[in-house]
């Protein structure tokens, strides 16, 4: 599957950005999905994640209530809606998904979208 995220930019602190993530292929519906963002300097950190019936989903604890993540399989796409932003928030935010070709594993990754979150 390839990914593509877009939607990042330069926001101030308290504002609000939507990522979106769009996925190739039929069988995006079958996938768990994720979220994870790389500050400069930083390694890769995990964000969000929602499972593929979007029963499920999870939070690192400095995004919690401020973050949703959200999926819509008829549009193959991912999302990750980002309020209350602060400067800590600034980073290169990736979309990643488990196809199991890697067991347990996020296998596919999309390109990532600068996130700037000024002071």
């Known amino acids: 599957v390839q990914l593509q995220a877009s939607g990042g930019g330069l926001v101030q602190a308290g504002g609000s950005l939507s990522l979106s993530c769009a996925a190739s292929g039929r069988t995006f519906a079958m996938y768990n999905m994720g979220w994870f963002r790389q500050a400069p300097g930083k390694g890769r950190d995990f964000v969000a994640a929602?499972?593929?019936?979007?029963?499920?989903?999870h939070y690192t604890d400095s995004v919690e209530g401020r973050f949703t993540i959200s999926r819509g399989n008829a549009k193959n796409t991912v999302y990750l809606q980002m309020n209350s932003l602060k400067p800590e928030d600034t980073a290169v935010y990736y979309c990643a998904a488990k196809t199991g070709r890697i067991p347990n594993e996020y296998d596919s990754w999309g390109q990532g979208t600068q996130v700037t979150v000024s002071s």
């Open positions: 929602i499972s593929w019936s979007s029963n499920s989903t």
